[in-house]
């Protein structure tokens, strides 16, 4: 199975694993099940780290779709806006150094110095 380049650096855990979908696709809410299945992470396991989200406020619910509640990442929690500084260094170093690009120049994620949320379509404009 391929993985993020962010997975690769930081460690496929499923924390990091719940962590880089909510931050990839911060643009839309997701119910926990999807969550579970689309950051292959045990649903079991992803309502153990829910209980350290929802407390930390990594996670805000956004809506109830019949049964089902909503939830994105809380892009308005400090944290959060560190984590996806974090995550998006990380993932820009490793594709330097992948390159061969002299790291000497700062790359600043452009939504960084804008509103969140940040995505991956951020880096593809």
Same mark, same amino acid.
């Given at each position: 199975?391929?993985?993020?380049?962010?997975?690769?650096?930081?460690?496929?855990?499923?924390?990091?694993?719940?962590?880089?979908?909510?931050?990839?696709?911060? %643009? =839309?809410?997701?119910?926990?099940?999807?969550? *579970?299945?689309?950051?292959?992470? /045990?649903?079991?396991?992803? &309502? @153990?780290?829910?209980?350290?989200?929802?407390?930390?406020?990594?996670?805000?619910?956004?809506?109830?779709?019949?049964?089902?509640?909503?939830?994105?990442?809380?892009?308005?929690?400090?944290?959060?806006?560190?984590?996806? %500084? =974090?995550?998006?260094?990380?993932?820009?170093? *490793?594709?330097?150094?992948?390159? /061969?690009?002299?790291?000497? &120049? @700062?790359?600043?994620?452009?939504?960084?110095?804008?509103?969140?949320?940040?995505?991956?379509?951020?880096?593809?404009?």
């Amino acid at each position: 199975m391929k993985t993020s380049v962010f997975l690769q650096e930081d460690g496929d855990t499923p924390k990091n694993r719940v962590w880089s979908f909510l931050i990839v696709h911060s %643009e =839309y809410d997701y119910s926990m099940k999807d969550i *579970a299945r689309f950051s292959k992470v /045990g649903y079991t396991t992803l &309502k @153990e780290l829910w209980k350290e989200f929802r407390e930390k406020k990594i996670i805000i619910m956004t809506r109830e779709v019949g049964k089902a509640k909503m939830y994105k990442l809380n892009t308005e929690n400090l944290v959060v806006q560190r984590f996806i %500084e =974090y995550y998006w260094a990380v993932v820009s170093a *490793a594709v330097k150094r992948e390159n /061969g690009v002299d790291g000497k &120049k @700062e790359y600043v994620h452009s939504s960084l110095s804008q509103d969140l949320p940040v995505s991956a379509t951020h880096f593809l404009s």
